[in-house]
């Protein structure tokens, strides 16, 4: 299996592309699966002429999972959580050595953008772009969730397949696009995949310590100097849209594109446009 052994965990992966093609990985969120990214739109990258590397995340996925390991979801205490956002981005600097890449471009979705604004802040030299994803900066006043999002965030995980499936369509009412909603088959589908996979609530709980515990990245954004994206939903309920302004206003040069339709999700009708803003990020990273 395409796994690697890094900083203490392992890290399962998958690689895509012409290995001699531009790196650029993708990190997803909150105890997402890297069969989140949709399949179009991997390969679309890959047609563009990148390597696509996608992981999961440690807790989720087929990556290494701290079972036991009991932690407050709300601590921001970091002494007193298992893990931190660098910790999680220090897993991902020991897959890039193992598949002998020196520097990446980066995007993560969600949490998956907390993790890479923090890989690029730790190690610059290791980042040829970076796209922030329906993320935000950590601070405490910008990206808060709505009531409702909270709810459907922390609902006591469903005990059975079917409950899943159930929950799955549930939570993408809520902060899924509104104008756009994904086919509810396409939700179960999708859900029923990840299940089978690898289904694992409980890692929930300590990535959402890592996220709390992290603090306000707002201040060492501001020096930043890698070439930068920040994409944003404006129907976003789970991470407002006022985080993803805050992260463009906080990195030099950032460039932010806000779409109109879309909330805490992908919609595949903006799955072009979302990667054509990469692509250009990119080139501007290259050129």
Do not use: K
Not at 131 to 153: H, K
Not at 228 to 233: A, E, N, R
Not at 239 to 256: E, K, S
């Amino acid at each position: 299996m395409p796994v690697v052994a890094t900083n203490g965990i392992h890290l399962f992966y998958d690689d895509h592309g012409d290995p001699g093609a531009a790196p650029l990985l993708l990190v997803m969120g909150l105890t997402a699966q890297l069969t989140a990214w949709p399949t179009p739109f991997v390969e679309d990258l890959v047609g563009r002429g990148f390597r696509v590397v996608l992981v999961d995340n440690r807790d989720s996925g087929l990556s290494t999972h701290l079972d036991g390991v009991t932690v407050n979801p709300f601590e921001v205490d970091p002494a007193r959580v298992p893990y931190l956002l660098s910790d999680m981005a220090e897993d991902l600097i020991g897959l890039l050595d193992r598949l002998a890449i020196e520097r990446a471009h980066l995007v993560g979705a969600s949490m998956g953008g907390m993790i890479a604004q923090t890989l690029a802040l730790d190690h610059p030299e290791r980042v040829r772009s970076l796209c922030s994803i329906m993320s935000s900066t950590g601070a405490s006043d910008v990206g808060l969730p709505t009531a409702e999002a909270v709810m459907a965030l922390l609902a006591p995980p469903p005990s059975d397949r079917d409950g899943a499936l159930t929950r799955s369509l549930e939570v993408a009412a809520v902060i899924g696009s509104r104008t756009h909603p994904p086919e509810p088959e396409e939700v179960r589908r999708r859900a029923g995949l990840a299940y089978d996979r690898a289904h694992y609530p409980e890692g929930a709980a300590r990535q959402l310590a890592a996220m709390m515990a992290s603090g306000d990245r707002t201040q060492r954004l501001r020096r930043l100097e890698v070439p930068t994206l920040v994409i944003h939903g404006l129907q976003d309920t789970l991470i407002q849209p006022d985080g993803g302004r805050a992260t463009a206003a906080a990195v030099p040069g950032a460039q932010l594109l806000e779409l109109a339709d879309m909330g805490h999700d992908l919609p595949a009708h903006l799955w072009t446009r979302i990667v054509d803003a990469i692509e250009a990020n990119a080139r501007r990273a290259e050129g």
